[in-house]
T-cell receptor, first 108, second 118 residues
Framework: GQSLEQPSEVTAVEGAIVQINCTYQ??????LSWYQQHDGGAPTFLSY????GLEETGRFSSFLSRSDSYGYLLLQELQMKDSASYFC?????????FGQGTELSVKP | GAVVSQHPSWVICKSGTSVKIECRSL??????MFWYRQFPKQSLMLMAT?????????EQGVEKDKFLINHASLTLSTLTVTSAHPEDSSFYIC??????????????FGPGTRLLVL
């Protein structure tokens, strides 16, 4: 089967940098995605890594190490609007399997 | 990005009734859509994969006779919760899979439907 583990909550201050880690177990790996979900809203796609290394998209970056079954999402120059839940998700068999989510609280 | 809509956005119904939720891809065709359920403060749990023109594939533990899925066109999938009970109250979210010319797949999510069964 597949499983993912990420911290349940993280707190940071406005303007800071925060890293949300995700470790996973899977028999077949096709990629790791990251989604953001504001309270009561739909998940929105942030980033995707299929190969090792860093992918950068504006203030958000995502890293993957397939040998360590590990990835992280890096958020820079935090803003209040970044307060949300962040999910890592494994791609495989045409499906997405989501982690439990990390609730990020950005304080002034 | 691609836009996916859901209707209704929220619904309240009595126990024992059936509720239909629609998921539409607005500016693209989607041969594959997915249905998820999310309880408060929890993750998205995949319920089933909906394929246009064929039967849906349900995840383990999801009752196919209770959650009826129909994907009759390339832009519409429906989820019907039959004989709904209070424990079916949840946030139901659909997504549509898009494959780009690099063969990279991305799922675009609808805004969700909040179901409350009394």
């Amino acid at each position: 089967g597949q499983s993912l583990e990420q911290p349940s909550e993280v707190t940071a201050v406005e303007g800071a940098i925060v890293q949300i880690n995700c470790t996973y177990q899977t028999s077949g790996f096709y990629g790791l995605s990251w989604y953001q979900q504001h309270d009561g809203g739909a998940p929105t796609f942030l980033s995707y890594n299929a190969l090792d290394g860093l992918e950068e998209t504006g203030r958000f970056s995502s890293f993957l190490s397939r040998s360590d079954s590990y990835g992280y999402l890096l958020l820079q120059e935090l803003q209040m609007k970044d307060s949300a839940s962040y999910f890592c998700a494994l791609r495989g068999g045409g499906k997405l399997i989501f982690g439990q989510g990390t609730e990020l609280s950005v304080k002034p | 990005g691609a836009v996916v809509s859901q209707h209704p956005s929220w619904v309240i119904c009595k126990s024992g009734t059936s509720v239909k939720i629609e998921c539409r891809s607005l500016d693209f065709q989607a041969t594959t859509m997915f249905w998820y359920r999310q309880f408060p403060k929890q993750s998205l749990m995949l319920m089933a994969t909906s394929n246009e023109g064929s039967k849906a594939t349900y995840e383990q533990g999801v009752e196919k006779d209770k959650f009826l899925i129909n994907h009759a066109s390339l832009t519409l999938s429906t989820l019907t919760v039959t004989s709904a009970h209070p424990e079916d109250s949840s946030f139901y979210i659909c997504s549509a899979r898009v494959t780009d010319y690099h063969l990279q797949e991305t799922q675009y999510f609808g805004p969700g439907t909040r179901l409350l069964v009394l």
